[in-house]
Nanobody, 111 residues
Framework: QMQLVESGGDLVQPGGSLRLTCQAS????????MGWYRQRPGKEREWVAS???????NYLDSVKGRFSISRSIPQNTVTLQMDNLGPEDTAVYFC?????WGPGTQVTVSS
């Protein structure tokens, strides 16, 4: 069964960091373009960052310089490193690849 599962969400203070992981099973994640998305309270889901098949990475303007994508082929994962988090980053974060969505992981930025 092909699936994605996100992990790493937590409650963090403003200015803090979190590292989210997207674990794939049933398919090779590195064979596909993938993206990170988030849904903030009361908002629609939005694209945050992506890594295409060729390794090109793109980021939402508001997270450029703070978020970065990396991958581990042996572990079949893609991570989203998030630094200097602010309350506006509070959301459920999802990964997507091969038309598959994970269930999401909650990130809350609050003092």
């Amino acid at each position: 069964q092909m699936q994605l599962v996100e992990s790493g969400g937590d409650l963090v203070q403003p200015g803090g960091s979190l590292r989210l992981t997207c674990q794939a099973s049933g398919f090779t994640l590195s064979s596909y373009s993938m993206g990170w998305y988030r849904q903030r309270p009361g908002k629609e889901r939005e694209w945050v960052a992506s890594r295409d098949f060729y390794g090109t990475m793109n980021y939402l303007d508001s997270v450029k310089g703070r978020f970065s994508i990396s991958r581990s082929i042996p572990q079949n994962t893609v991570t989203l490193q998030m630094d200097n988090l602010g309350p506006e980053d509070t959301a459920v974060y999802f990964c997507n690849a091969h038309s598959i969505w994970g269930p999401g992981t909650q990130v809350t930025v609050s003092s």
